[in-house]
């Protein structure tokens, strides 16, 4: 597990490094390593050159900055743990939004830190699986609408019966070498749609 961790307060980060190399186990096999960011660097930069596990990022309050730099870590992919000193449900809704995965409060009271940082990948491994779920479900269903008004315009315009509507598209495909929802897309987007004759 390679975690990054991102404090302003150098001396905080240090202190949160070395617990976690005890109950880690920093350094043996599988569990890879642990790093500070520097914290005059582009955090969202360093994320995108070391792809670590999971990134934690220890402050001792909010403020709407961090909420940008937050989601600017959130958007290279990334699972973020936020620790903060002082509890905030307004910020830790927002927190959340912007992409965090696991929220925290206090983390020197916390005694082992090691199934957190498992928890947290794991959710935000599900939650990304899940998304990307939706996102195949949601273009599936965008691809079947396509097609069906395709074959409702063939039908409309050229008097084919939806079987006939269906071959056509499909013909039209395999000669393009093309999605059937492309083709789709394209008879639909025709300046002459709304006419009779060899389209797609």
Do not use: C, W
């Amino acid at each position: 597990m390679d975690i990054l961790i991102a404090d302003t307060d150098p001396a905080r980060a240090e202190t949160l490094a070395a617990r976690l190399a005890v109950q880690a186990g920093a350094g043996q096999a599988g569990v890879g390593r642990i790093r500070i960011a520097p914290p005059l660097e582009n955090l969202a930069l360093i994320v995108a050159a070391e792809r670590p596990d999971i990134v934690i990022v220890d402050m001792a309050r909010a403020d709407r900055d961090s909420l940008e730099h937050l989601r600017s870590i959130a958007a290279h992919q990334m699972p973020v743990m936020l620790f903060i000193d002082e509890d905030d449900p307004a910020f830790m809704e927002e927190a959340i939004s912007a992409g965090v995965v696991s929220y925290h409060v206090n983390a020197a009271g916390i005694t082992d830190i090691k199934p957190i940082l498992r928890s947290a990948i794991a959710l935000y491994r599900h939650a990304s699986a899940r998304d990307v779920r939706l996102a195949a479900a949601e273009a599936e269903l965008s691809d079947r609408r396509l097609i069906d008004g395709a074959k409702r315009l063939l039908m409309r315009r050229d008097n084919m019966s939806e079987p006939a509507a269906h071959r056509f598209l499909q013909r039209r495909a395999m000669e393009r070498q093309m999605r059937l929802a492309d083709v789709a897309r394209a008879l639909l987007a025709a300046p002459s749609a709304g006419e009779s004759g060899d389209y797609a």
